[in-house]
């Protein structure tokens, strides 16, 4: 990606090349006044940069376009949330990633906090944004501990889309993995990304989600990580996953 660079860029793609946030997080830290470049704060969104010339900081900090974006999986467990800091002082997922190594690290999208499994982290804040971008349908896989036994019928619900109160769901795949001692096991694939959406898909067919795990994301699984332990993705994962992003590329044109 060495030969990548495109000079002059707009400010907020080089903040999201950088892995300091997606774009339009990038916008929203110029217009707090928290981006100098060359020692002045900027907050006109159009303004473009030399990433080989003009120096960049946020909060003070220089920031810069490494070489390689990084690309790493958690197996996260329960009770963090998905956020790389919290005013509360509530434990994060930042403190399972290898931040100080990997400045700019954040993950793609989020878990509940009671939810456990795979959760990607990049420094590569433009394909973040394409993998999350609902145009793309970048498919997720769950399993889900659920109250009772549902039906064929039931899941058939799920199959052919539900409607939750903001509006009716993709369709869904969906199997009865078997029983449990306190309910039924469910595997459900979704294609988009809304807020809690496998607990209200299950709750709106009578069975309410009593554990919830993600064992893949998109092309990315890997069902011997253990819990709170993280890995790099392999060359052939990064190469599916910019694959994804590519795919994105008339979407992507379109919002410029």
């Known amino acids: 990606m060495t030969d990548e660079r495109v000079v002059p860029m707009r400010l907020q793609r080089f903040l999201a090349r950088a892995g300091v946030a997606s774009r339009r997080g990038s916008e929203n830290l110029m217009t707090a006044g928290r981006v100098r470049v060359n020692g002045v704060v900027v907050t006109e969104l ?40 919290d005013p509360y002082g509530r434990p994060c997922v ?19 906090m009671d ?24 498919d997720k896989h769950y399993v889900a501990l659920v ?9 058939d619900v799920l199959r052919a889309g539900v409607v939750l109160d903001d509006g009716p769901c993709q369709p869904a795949e969906v199997e009865l993995l078997g029983t449990a001692e306190r309910g039924a096991r469910v595997g459900l694939r979704i294609f ?4 809690h959406q496998v607990k209200r898909m299950l709750d709106a067919i009578g069975h309410p989600v009593l554990e919830l795990h993600r064992d893949a994301f998109g ?20 190469h599916s996953v910019r694959s994804l992003v590519n795919r994105a590329a008339p979407a992507r044109s379109s919002r410029a």
Do not use: C
Request: avoid cysteine.
């Open 115 to 138: 939810t456990t499994g795979l959760l990607l982290f990049t420094t590569d804040g433009d394909a973040a944004q394409e993998m999350l971008h609902p145009s793309h349908h970048v």
């Open 219 to 238: 092309p990315i699984s890997d069902p011997g990580l253990p819990e709170g332990s993280w890995r790099p993705l392999t060359q052939e994962e990064i």
């Open 192 to 195: 988009e990304g809304r807020k």
């Open 94 to 112: 930042s403190s399972l990633v290898p931040v100080d190594e990997h400045p700019g690290l954040f993950p793609v999208g989020r878990l509940d």
């Open 147 to 155: 109250t009772g036994v549902p039906t064929e019928g039931e899941l």
């Open 46 to 85: 159009g303004s473009k940069v030399d990433p080989l010339v003009d120096v960049v900081e946020v909060d003070g900090r220089a920031v810069h376009i490494a070489d390689e974006p990084t690309y790493l999986v958690l197996n996260k467990p329960a009770g963090y949330l998905t956020t790389m800091s």
